[in-house]
């Protein structure tokens, strides 16, 4: 491998201090982990958290020392220790091993990803650790049915749903660290079975959801159609990746009854730079980030 190539893979944003002995640090740990070494876990404010292999969150923590500090401290304040949390999307498990600790007496903890590998992993490193975690591999959607998905493997593994022609426009906007540079050149049209939330609460007979973090890229509308009577029956506090820039016009217009239910029941907030933005017009076309929706006392 050319070192250009590996310089591009690992090239950080420009805010980075490059003279730095932590810039250094993290090349080193980066360029090792694009030969496949690096330590079983990492510790994450005494939490540790799993590294597996071709994942983009253990890129990320390994880039930078922890992950989505914006959307932990959110959690941390609105998960208490009776809270059932839905973590939609776990990925390497991240949130839930991390609130394990404060949920494993009287909380629950369902974690979902479309990877079976990932739950796979999840479920082998919970059970080396005696951790409290329910992993299942489950594709979620508004309803039960076989619906197409994209699956790309060009150094991270991912099965979303975006729309093609939107994912290059705005991908290396998303990922600076060029680590999917052109990734969707590599895509694969394949098909999985869907549920609806709602039938998968109904089908489990629980009897509470506390939060649900939604992390599906471009899954996160549908999820939310599914998952209506579910949200107007527990009010469930919301913490939601939305980049419809993304999504189709069409799929953002199939949605304008769920803007509202979510208006009606719901303040909004806009999470940007570590902060809560409160959004007083709410407007689905316009979401690109994180949401978090604070149910009304």
Not at 25 to 51: A, S
Not at 253 to 268: A, E, F, P, S, V
Request: net charge positive.
């Amino acid at each position: 491998m050319k070192f250009k190539k590996i310089y591009k893979l690992i090239k950080p944003n420009k805010y980075v201090n490059r003279l730095s002995i932590n810039y250094f640090r993290i090349q080193i740990r980066l360029l090792l982990y694009k030969f496949n070494i690096f330590p079983k876990y990492t510790l994450i404010d005494g939490v540790k958290i799993p590294n597996y292999k071709n994942n983009i969150v253990t890129f990320k923590i390994l880039s930078s020392g922890s992950y989505e500090k914006a959307n932990i401290n959110i959690l941390k304040e609105h998960l208490k220790p009776n809270s059932f949390f839905f973590d939609i999307g776990t990925n390497n498990g991240f949130f839930s091993f991390y609130f394990e600790k404060r949920l494993k007496n009287k909380g629950k903890i369902y974690a979902f990803d479309s990877l079976e590998n990932l739950i796979k992993l999840n479920n082998e490193f919970k059970k080396q650790y005696n951790l409290k975690i329910n992993f299942e591999n489950i594709v979620f959607s508004n309803r039960s049915s076989v619906e197409n998905f994209y699956y790309e493997n060009n150094n991270v593994e991912t099965i979303h749903r975006w729309k093609l022609n939107n994912l290059k426009k705005v991908e290396n906007r998303i990922f600076k660290n060029k680590y999917k540079k052109d990734s969707h050149k590599k895509i694969k049209t394949i098909k999985l079975n869907t549920i609806s939330f709602d039938e998968y609460i109904k089908k489990k007979r629980i009897k509470k959801v506390s939060l649900l973090k939604i992390d599906i890229d471009g899954s996160e509308l549908k999820f939310l159609q599914g998952a209506i009577k579910s949200i107007i029956k527990f009010k469930p506090h919301i913490l939601c990746e939305l980049n419809l820039k993304l999504l189709s016009e069409q799929e953002i217009q199939n949605n304008i009854k769920l803007g509202k239910i979510l208006i009606k029941y719901y303040k909004i907030y806009k999470v940007k730079k570590n902060k809560l933005i409160r959004i007083n017009s709410f407007n689905l076309k316009l979401c690109d980030g994180y949401y978090f929706f604070k149910k009304n006392n």
